[in-house]
Nanobody, 120 residues
Framework: QVQLVESGGGLVQAGGSLRLSCAYS?????MGWFRQAPGKEREFVAA????????YYVDSVKGRFTISRDNAKNEVSLQMNSLKPEDTAVYYC????????????????WGQGTQVTVSS
């Protein structure tokens, strides 16, 4: 079975940084991070392939967020710098089985989510 557990969320001031981690079990999937704010649809944030040599980002986080993985440790991370209040959301990691990195429907396994709150 596949299990994913996020950690690292919290409260930070605008301009600060947080690093989210996702520990997973099962085989090595392509992995992604999504986020959902109250009253908003879940949106794509970042993803990478199984080897970690191909990465994808939503335009709003390019240059600020970095996705990476360590397959030996079964861990995927999202380093978030220069955080903005609009980054406030519950962040989810997910394992992908489909072909489109940008669509949540292409991911079959999801973590429980971790809250990120950025104060202004």
């Amino acid at each position: 079975q596949v299990q994913l557990v996020e950690s690292g969320g919290g409260l930070v001031q605008a301009g600060g940084s947080l690093r989210l981690s996702c520990a997973y079990s099962g085989r090595t999937f392509s992995m992604g991070w999504f986020r959902q704010a109250p009253g908003k649809e879940r949106e794509f944030v970042a993803a990478l392939n199984w080897a970690g040599d191909r990465t994808y980002y939503v335009d709003s986080v390019k240059g600020r967020f970095t996705i990476s993985r360590d397959n030996a440790k079964n861990e995927v991370s999202l380093q978030m710098n220069s955080l903005k209040p609009e980054d406030t959301a519950v962040y989810y990691c997910a394992a992908k089985s489909g072909t489109d990195y940008y669509r949540s429907s292409e991911y079959d396994h999801w973590g429980q989510g971790t809250q990120v709150t950025v104060s202004s």
